[in-house]
């Protein structure tokens, strides 16, 4: 029998809120676990979590970068933003807290769903080590079936979708490069794309893709509304790094990192 605990990997979507529900259900001991962006999210994201805490009886904790306060102190301190590695923040905020805190007997649970077998399988094949339950996908849902099943328990969704954006990630996500993505965080947090553009220019990262062009946001036309279809996911399928970032961002050794605590 396993020694390790069962965590669900809490993001504030939908999708995970439910797997935490039906994770709840079935091991009276779950942990919910939140990698903390609150800095960087949409603060209705507060609300949320306090009412799926409600909803399931679990008190989700919340573990941070040691070193980093907000994305825009990753991307600063990486001199980087998004490219075809992908996001240094993914890493830094969600990655390398997540190391520090699992033990290798854990039972992990993301909120990925029936309909994302292909990210499924990517990240078993990327992590033979860990103990895997794919809570949604065994239940047969969808994310679709998740906001339903949301909404039937009364929880409204994340402001974030309600404003028309198909993500609860961070507002102004790098990973983004759609003009119809920037030009909604343009409408809805100009102080976010003022940021977002100072930053990528001074850090040389073009954000935005228009007419299939990568172009810095500063130049993207404000009617430009052109949608382009990208995986936005920011989570258990993005590139691990390696242990021994775990190991110097988090002061400890890679291999104590992985283990429980002998206490
Ligand atoms: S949601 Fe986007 S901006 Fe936020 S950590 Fe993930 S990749 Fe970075």
Redesign the pocket.
Known sequence: MLAGRTLVWFSCGCASAVALKLAAQKYPDVRGIYCD?SR??HPDNVRFRADVEKWTGVKVEVIKSKLYNS?EE?WDARKYM?GVS?????V???KIPRFAYQWAEDVHIFGLTVDEQARITSFEDDNHELFLEWTLRDAGLTKSDCLQILGDAGIAIPTMYLLGFE?N??I?????TSPRYWNLVRKHFPDVFKRRAEQSRRLGVKLARYKGVRIQLDELPEDATERVIED?S??PQ?RAPQLDEAKTQNGESSESARKPPTT
């Open positions: 962006l960087d999210e994305v990753a998004s992908g996001a240094p923040c993914t830094e905020m969600k993500n990630n961070c102004g996500c790098v990973k983004a936005l920011c989570g993005c």
